[in-house]
């Protein structure tokens, strides 16, 4: 999975990376089994607490120590020029790191006065705040960013002799840019024979002769040179936009398919719900809304990490791949242990007893108003962002 | 100019390998400064002396067109990055070789650009990955394999990766040249890379302008302006 999927084209070197990244993948799994076990009822009581426990101290490990050092690590071996001190410096990134950690601690009332400084239950808390407030943030995009994919009654129209056109123009600044820059090729060539056979001439006369010369023909240059910037400026945009439409296209074509159709009704639904959540309208049957909100889960997983893994792909380079995995390993891991967190929102009670005990006393109220929040906050920004993005597009287009 | 008198190099790779930096470095004979991603295509214009140094020297520009992006790109991307392919006179492979993988996506970049120019009697039928040695030999286009970061490879590796690239020139047909795009010395006048560049250049002319059947235009200077 690891290799295949996230990395087809670059090597990830460090082995280190790939273990930690596999570590937290896999207790993260683990723990949602567990969740399930609960739920079937499958082990002995005393077995599943124990491994809760282990699986937490597992993770709460890994996420809090282990990899944001080694983040801290790479991106400095990253920077030539701290290159020397690599280790004194990541430990200082790490203990900063630690410092913002205890500090986002304050402002929230997650703090119990009998409990230690380094217990479970303040890690958790802080991991679950910074968990929370990311899951929350993708969701609510992810909650208004589906039906605006799938939903057909948002496309545009797109016909085939608009991408002509756009092609065409796209092909017509090239050439202009070609043209433009063999211009500046040969005048530079001039300027250089000339530059030699002014050499040859001494005297007063041939050195301003000289300087004149290659003044206009600078002059000269800099201008074309400046027509060029802003061609290729505008072949950029133009491929870009050609890029959107074929997509759009494309994406009309798929959507007359059967498949296409069938992703479209649950995008429906799925709009439907979202607008539901968000609104907050409460009361429906426990047992439905659990099941709902695991099928949310899955699929929000699965975005995640589709998103995720077309983000990377798209900013992965062979220097910070190592960082990319750690970064995509930590979030990730933040991101199973808040959602365990929230599910037991929707569980029904008898389930919660276990959760809660292995959990320690933490406000899960407090959680679940927090992830409120930061949903409705996040889901309302991108439906702004969203429409300006529509109708900017639209304008664009009769521009052409 | 007269879109006859075009001499056109594409310049193919995975991202990152050096694409802009290698145009850069052969059209103004400087190191790019400030290599960025190049979004769509960036195109350059290297002065040639064909036959230089002989009385049938002649300068011809080489348009060297380097597209940016990935084999795994969105079909999207890849029907508009098609438009570019169009009456292809020359390929320049690039491939980094630190990573394996992007001598491996050469492949595929060489299909994706010969599928769209082949020409209205040959089709040329490919399934992926999948690529036929024949196709190579008998390739109406010229190519040239190069590879980037030569510098960054360490001593003791370097036996095996010129013997991996030189199995890999041995498939397309193609000449080869390993350098680092941040030296210009590897390019210098009188070293082996330079003739080789130099002869798959003049190479890509004459199959442009000297091998076409006299009912065509006749051959024009094509140092006349625009």
Same mark, same amino acid.
């Given at each position: ?101 205890? %500090? ?60 002509? $056109? ?33 050499? +040859? ?44 439409? #074929? ?13 296409? +159709? ?66 995509? $390993? ?61 109708? #900017? ?8 | ?6 001499? +056109? ?68 991307? %890849? ?33 994706? $650009?010969?599928? %769209? ?17 024949? #196709? ?12 980037? +970061? ?15 690239? $030189? ?60």
């Amino acid at each position: 999975f690891f290799m295949r999927q996230l990395f087809k084209d670059y090597e990830v070197r460090q082995y280190v990376v790939q273990v930690v990244f596999s570590v937290t993948f896999a207790f993260s799994c683990t723990m949602f089994e567990l969740i399930i076990f609960e739920i079937l009822g499958a082990l002995s009581s005393s077995s599943r607490y124990f491994h809760w426990k282990l699986n937490l101290y597992v993770i709460l490990l890994v996420l809090i120590f282990v990899v944001p050092f080694y983040i801290g690590y790479f991106v400095v071996s990253n920077i030539r020029l701290l290159h020397r001190q690599r280790l004194l410096f990541a430990c200082m990134v790490w203990f900063t790191f630690m410092y913002f950690f205890w %500090k986002l601690g304050d402002p929230f009332p997650i703090l119990s006065p009998k409990h230690g400084i380094l217990s479970i239950e303040q890690l958790i808390s802080r991991v679950g705040v910074i968990g929370v407030t990311l899951m929350a943030l993708l969701s609510g995009f992810g909650a208004v960013n589906c039906p605006y994919t799938y939903m057909s009654y948002f496309l545009r129209n797109v016909t085939d002799s608009d991408i002509l $056109a756009l092609e065409r123009r796209l092909l017509q600044t090239m050439d202009m840019i070609v043209s433009k820059k063999k211009r500046i090729a040969m005048t530079r060539r001039q300027m250089y024979q000339r530059g030699e056979d002014q050499n +040859k001439q001494t005297g007063f006369w041939g050195m301003i002769k000289s300087v004149t010369s290659t003044q206009t023909g600078s002059e000269n240059l800099s201008l074309i040179q400046q027509e060029v910037d802003a061609l290729e400026e505008l072949s950029r945009q133009l491929f870009l936009e050609t890029v959107d439409l #074929q997509a759009t296209k494309e994406r009309i074509e798929y959507s007359k398919t059967f498949q296409g +159709k069938y992703f479209n009704f649950l995008g429906y639904f799925f709009s439907i719900y979202c607008v539901w959540k968000i609104f907050m309208v409460k009361f429906w049957s426990q047992h439905i809304s659990f099941i709902l909100v695991g099928i949310i889960i899955v699929t929000s997983i699965r975005g995640l990490l589709i998103t995720l893994t077309k983000f990377f792909y798209a900013i992965s380079s062979s220097k910070s791949s190592n960082v990319i995995v750690l970064v995509l $390993a930590q979030i990730m891991g933040m991101y199973f242990v808040s959602s365990v967190l929230l599910m037991r929102m929707s569980m029904p009670l008898e389930y919660r007893s276990i959760v809660t005990e292995v959990l320690g006393e933490l406000q899960f109220n407090f959680y679940h108003r927090w992830f409120d929040v930061i949903f409705l906050v996040s889901a309302l920004s991108s439906i702004l962002f969203l429409y300006l993005a529509h109708k #900017q597009a639209p304008e664009k287009h009769m521009a052409l | 100019m007269a879109s006859l008198d075009r001499v +056109k190099v594409l310049v193919l790779g995975d991202s990152g390998v050096g694409k802009s930096s290698l145009v850069h470095l052969l059209c103004q004979n400087q190191v790019l400064g400030n290599p960025s991603w190049t979004v769509g295509c960036s195109v350059d214009v290297r002065v040639q002396d064909y036959k230089e140094g002989t009385p049938e020297e002649k300068t011809f520009y080489i348009e060297l067109w380097d597209v940016g992006g990935s084999v795994g790109s969105a079909s999207s991307v %890849k029907s508009t990055r098609a438009v570019f392919y169009n009456s292809v006179n020359g390929i320049i492979l690039v491939h980094d070789l630190t990573n394996k993988k992007s001598s491996q996506n050469l492949y595929r970049w060489s299909l994706e $650009a010969l599928n %769209k120019d082949s020409s209205p009697t040959g089709v040329i039928v490919s399934n992926g990955s999948d690529y036929d040695r024949e #196709q190579f030999a008998e390739n109406p286009v010229p190519l040239l394999l190069i590879g980037t +970061k030569f510098d960054q490879i360490p001593e003791n590796k370097r036996n095996e990766v010129l013997n991996r690239t $030189a199995f890999l020139s041995e498939d397309f047909n193609a000449e080869e040249i390993n350098l680092d795009c941040t030296n210009p010395r590897y390019l210098a006048a009188g070293t082996s890379n330079a003739v080789k560049l130099s002869r798959f250049f003049d190479k890509v002319i004459e199959k442009r302008y000297f091998t076409r059947d006299p009912s065509q235009v006749s051959f024009v200077s094509s140092v006349s302006l625009i």
